[in-house]
């Protein structure tokens, strides 16, 4: 929706933080499980976060690794640099591959 039907930069989940007044970013990550966004997708956020003018941290409080299994076309959540399918064990590409489907 807020792409407005062009290409989505980044996605995940963001927290507020509400104090009288000011209002500042808390928590941020990319957690999609619908668009697996690209952990360096934090440039977009920076872009978007510098215009509105309000404080945020430095980068994603929790950044996600998700990989797309060529084999059985799951997606996983790379944990530890183990980059391995979780269903079905193929190893998974190193780089990001969602715009591989
Ligand atoms: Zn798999």
Avoid: H
């Avoid at 000011?22 to 872009?47: A, F, H, R």
């Amino acid at each position: 929706m807020c792409a407005g039907g062009k290409k989505v930069l980044s996605a995940g989940e963001i927290s507020f933080m509400i104090d009288k007044n000011d209002i500042s970013i808390s928590e941020i990550s990319n957690q999609s499980t619908g668009y697996c966004p690209k952990s360096e997708s934090w440039i977009e956020v920076n872009k978007v976060l510098q215009k509105i003018g309000i404080d945020y941290p430095d980068y994603f409080t929790t950044a996600f690794e998700f990989r797309l299994c060529t084999s059985c076309g799951s997606i996983n959540l790379v944990k530890d640099d183990f980059f391995v399918c979780q269903v079905c064990g193929t190893e998974l590409d190193k780089e990001w591959n969602f715009d591989k489907k």
